[in-house]
C-alpha cells in the first residue's frame, strides 16, 4: 500500500502539472510559490504536521509549563457533523487536525465539510459543503483527517483562488476551495474538484479514498490514498 500511494500521489501530480493549472484559477506562475514551511515565529500551523519536515513542533513561548494549568477555554465550536453507531448515518470518528492559516483556523469534519474559523473569537467565517457521498466505502465509519493549504507567493488582491484549502473524501474525491470564500476554485479539477479515482485503472478491487490531506509544495499536491487494503489478504498491485 505505501508503494502504491507514492505512486498514486506522482501519478496526481504529474497530471495537474500536464493540465498547467495545479493549484488554482487563474494559476500562477510555476516558479511563484515556495514550499509551505512553519515561520520561524511559529505564528502559522499551515500543514497538519506543521511543517513539510513533520516536526509538529512550535517555537511560540506563551504557552509554558508553568502556565499550562491556567489555560481556560475560550470558545467552542460545534460543527454536527457526528452520527453514533447504528444511525442512518455511519458512525463517525473526528480525526482532524485544525491548521492555521492566513489568520484562519480550517477544520475538516467526518462529513468533508470544511469550517472557517476565526481564531480568537471562534465566529465561523464560512463553511463549504461539497455534498459528500457519506457511506464507509472502504473504512468502518465517517473519518476526514484535515485540510490543506496553499497559496500564491504574491498574492493579487481581489483575484479568486490566491489562497487555497483541499479536502479529500471517502469516495476519492479531492476539492479545493477559496481560503478567503469558501467558493470552489472552479479553475482545478472539474469545476473544483478532482476525481482520483480515474487513475485507479489497475485493479479496481481496491477503491480509494482520500482521508489523509495532500502535501502542498510549491505547485503541487502529493497525494497518498486510503483503501481496503486491510480487509483483502492479498496487496494492491
Not at 142 to 157: D, E, F, I, T
Request: charged share 15%; hydrophobic share 35%; glycine share 8%.
Amino acid at each position: 500500500a505505501p508503494l502504491a500511494a507514492a505512486t498514486l500521489g506522482l501519478t496526481a501530480a504529474a497530471a495537474q502539472r500536464e493540465a498547467e493549472n495545479p493549484a488554482a484559477n487563474p494559476a500562477p506562475p510555476q516558479a511563484a510559490a515556495q514550499p509551505q514551511t512553519l515561520p520561524a515565529d511559529g505564528t502559522d500551523w499551515s500543514t497538519f504536521n506543521g511543517d513539510l519536515a513533520a516536526q509538529k513542533y512550535s517555537s511560540s513561548d506563551q504557552i509554558t509549563p508553568q502556565n499550562v494549568g491556567n489555560l481556560k477555554v475560550a470558545w467552542q465550536l460545534h460543527t454536527g457533523d457526528v452520527s453514533p453507531k447504528g444511525g442512518k448515518i455511519p458512525e463517525t470518528y473526528f480525526e482532524a487536525t485544525p491548521i492555521f492559516a492566513n489568520n484562519t483556523v480550517y477544520i475538516g469534519t467526518p462529513f468533508y465539510r470544511i469550517y472557517a474559523v476565526q481564531p480568537d473569537t471562534g465566529r465561523v467565517k464560512w463553511v463549504f459543503n461539497p455534498h459528500a457521498v457519506l457511506k464507509p466505502l472502504t473504512q468502518p465509519g465517517m473519518k476526514s483527517r484535515g485540510v490543506a493549504y496553499w497559496q500564491a507567493a504574491n498574492p493579487v488582491p481581489g483575484q479568486a483562488c490566491q489562497k487555497i484549502v483541499y479536502i479529500g473524501t471517502m469516495d476519492a474525491k479531492l476539492f479545493a476551495v477559496d481560503a478567503d470564500t469558501g467558493k470552489p476554485c472552479t479553475g482545478f479539477g472539474d469545476n473544483g474538484v478532482l476525481d482520483v479515482s480515474q487513475w485507479n485503472t489497475v485493479n479496481p478491487k481496491y477503491p480509494l479514498s482520500l482521508l489523509q490531506p495532500p502535501t502542498v509544495y510549491k505547485n503541487e499536491l502529493f497525494i497518498g490514498w486510503a483503501g481496503k487494503d486491510w480487509e483483502y489478504q492479498t496487496a494492491p498491485p
